[in-house]
Nanobody, 115 residues
């Protein structure tokens, strides 16, 4: 069983920054992909960024150049540095881990960007 715990959300003004963290515990395999998704009110959940266990990253076009995903030294933690935040970045941000054909989700953390 894998557990994911997110932290770091909050309220910030447009143009500001936040750093989200996600710590994974349990049966974490060496080869996995960790990702951040977000869901705005009334919208579908969308992929923000992902990082493979080898460090390969990919970003949604809407966040390229503003957000950076990274892993901690222990590889069981993933971060999302969010800079130049926009009102449209508001939503619940979820951590996701994919390994051996199974997917796991965290409980989500709220990010609210005010104008």
């Amino acid at each position: 069983q894998v557990q994911l715990v997110e932290s770091g959300g909050g309220l910030v003004q447009a143009g500001g920054s936040l750093r989200l963290s996600c710590a994974a515990s349990g049966s974490i395999f060496n080869f996995n992909i960790m990702a951040w998704y977000r869901q705005a009110p009334g919208k579908q959940r969308e992929l923000v960024a992902f990082i493979s266990s080898g460090g390969l990253t990919n970003y949604a076009d809407s966040v390229k150049g503003r957000f950076t995903i990274s892993r901690g030294n222990a590889k069981n933690t993933v971060y999302l540095q969010m800079n130049s935040l926009k009102v449209e970045d508001t939503g619940v941000y979820y951590c996701n881990l994919q390994a051996r054909g199974s997917g796991y989700w965290g409980q989500g953390t709220q990010v609210t960007v005010s104008s």
